[in-house]
T-cell receptor, first 116, second 113 residues
C-alpha cells in the first residue's frame, strides 16, 4: 500500500470559483479525516467519516464546504465560491478502528490551495 | 474547549545538542497526547504517543512523558542530528475511540552541522 494520496497537490484558482479535492485513504482504513492548515499554524479539524457516514463537522466548515465519501473509500472536499481566506493546505488522514483504543492517523501530503 | 500550546520556533541547535520542545494542554477528562513531525516536503508523521498519565512515549531517540499534574508533554532528545530538522507538532485527542486531533501551532527545529 502506498499510503494516503491526495489530488491535486497544488491548486490555484480565482476568487469565486469552485474547487474539488480528492483523498484516497489507505485501503483497509474505515475512518477518514479532513484538516486545514494555514501558514505557521497546526492543522485544524474540519470533518470526519466512518465508512460513508459523515459523523462530525467543525464549525470551520461553512456552508460553502461540502465533503463526501460515497462508497466508504475515497473522499472529496468541495469548496464553492472560494474566498482568499480559503487559501491553505488541506490535509487528509485515515485510520482503522479497533475497540476503544487509539488508532494512528496516517496523513497524506496535502493539497495546497491558493485563491487569487 | 481543548487546546494545545507549544513553544514558538524556530529553535536552532548545533548537531549533538540537547533538544527540548515544551508543550502544555487544556482538556477535560483524560486525553491522549501525541507528537507529530513534518520533515521538509513530506506529510505529517506520528513520532510518539502516550495515552495515560505517567506514560512515556519514545521513538527515534525522542521521548515525552505525559504529566497530568502539570498538563504537559514536553519533547526531548539527547543528541540531535541534522536529519532531525523539521517542524514538530504537539497534539491531543480528547476521545481515544475516534481520534479527532487538536494540534499546537508547531515548532520549527533547525539543526546545523
Amino acid at each position: 500500500d502506498t499510503g494516503v494520496s491526495q489530488d491535486p497537490r497544488h491548486k490555484i484558482t480565482k476568487r469565486g470559483q469552485n474547487v474539488t479535492f480528492r483523498c484516497d485513504p489507505i485501503s483497509e482504513h474505515n475512518r477518514l479525516y479532513w484538516y486545514r492548515q494555514t501558514l505557521g499554524q497546526g492543522p485544524e479539524f474540519l470533518t470526519y467519516f466512518q465508512n460513508e457516514a459523515q459523523l462530525e463537522k467543525s464549525r470551520l466548515l461553512s456552508d460553502r464546504f461540502s465533503a463526501e465519501r460515497p462508497k466508504g473509500s475515497f473522499s472529496t472536499l468541495e469548496i464553492q465560491r472560494t474566498e482568499q481566506g480559503d487559501s491553505a493546505m488541506y490535509l487528509c488522514a485515515s485510520s482503522t478502528t479497533s475497540g476503544g483504543s487509539y488508532n494512528e492517523q496516517f496523513f497524506g501530503p496535502g493539497t495546497r490551495l491558493t485563491v487569487l | 474547549g481543548d487546546s494545545v500550546t507549544q513553544m514558538e520556533g524556530p529553535v536552532t541547535l548545533s548537531e549533538e545538542a540537547f533538544l527540548t520542545i515544551n508543550c502544555t494542554y487544556t482538556a477535560t477528562g483524560y486525553p491522549s497526547l501525541f507528537w507529530y513531525v513534518q520533515y521538509p516536503g513530506e506529510g505529517l508523521q506520528l513520532l510518539l504517543k502516550a495515552t495515560k498519565a505517567d506514560d512515556k512515549g519514545s521513538n527515534k531517540g525522542f521521548e515525552a512523558t505525559y504529566r497530568k499534574e502539570t498538563t504537559s508533554f514536553h519533547l526531548e532528545k539527547g543528541s540531535v542530528q541534522v536529519s532531525d530538522s523539521a517542524v514538530y507538532f504537539c497534539a491531543l485527542s480528547g476521545n481515544a475511540s475516534w481520534g479527532k486531533l487538536q494540534f499546537g501551532a508547531g515548532t520549527q527545529v533547525v539543526v546545523t552541522p
